[in-house]
Each structure stands twice: as C-alpha cells, then as structure tokens.
C-alpha cells in the first residue's frame, strides 16, 4: 500500500499567496478602513487638542496592512 500521509503534491512546498489576491484584499481593506480611521483621527484631534502625528490614510494603510496578511495566514 502506499503512503497517503505526506500530502497531495507528495513533498514540503511553502505555500505562497498570489500577489494580486493579496493587494485585491488589501485594497477593498485599505477603502474600507478610511472611513473609520478618519473618524478615529478627527476623534483624537478633539480629544487631544492637537493634530496627531499619522493621518487617517496612515492610520488606514496600517490597519489594511495588519489585517490582510492574517487573512491568508494557513
């Protein structure tokens, strides 16, 4: 009998996310983020009575930039 354990391409390949699957996600994450990044900043802007260090599409590229590598995480 054979062994059916080691996987279906039979060997240890890295699994690699395509690129243009990942700036897609990263893109409609980077849009959808804006909006609240820009509430958060106007937010902290009031509250702090001064203009914080990162703008809200800073404070949106990062979010973006944090969330769309755990949605391809294995």
Do not use: C, N
Not at 23 to 47: D, E, H, N, Q
Not at 51 to 66: D, T, Y
């Amino acid at each position: 009998m054979s062994d059916h354990t080691a996987g279906e391409h039979g060997g240890h390949h890295a699994h690699r996310t395509p690129k243009a699957e990942f700036r897609i996600y990263f893109t409609l994450i980077f849009l959808m983020a804006i909006p609240f990044a820009t509430v958060g900043w106007v937010w902290k802007m009031i509250s702090e009575r001064q203009l914080p260090v990162h703008g809200p599409l800073a404070r949106a590229w990062r979010e973006a930039g944090a969330i769309t590598p755990a949605i391809f995480r294995p």
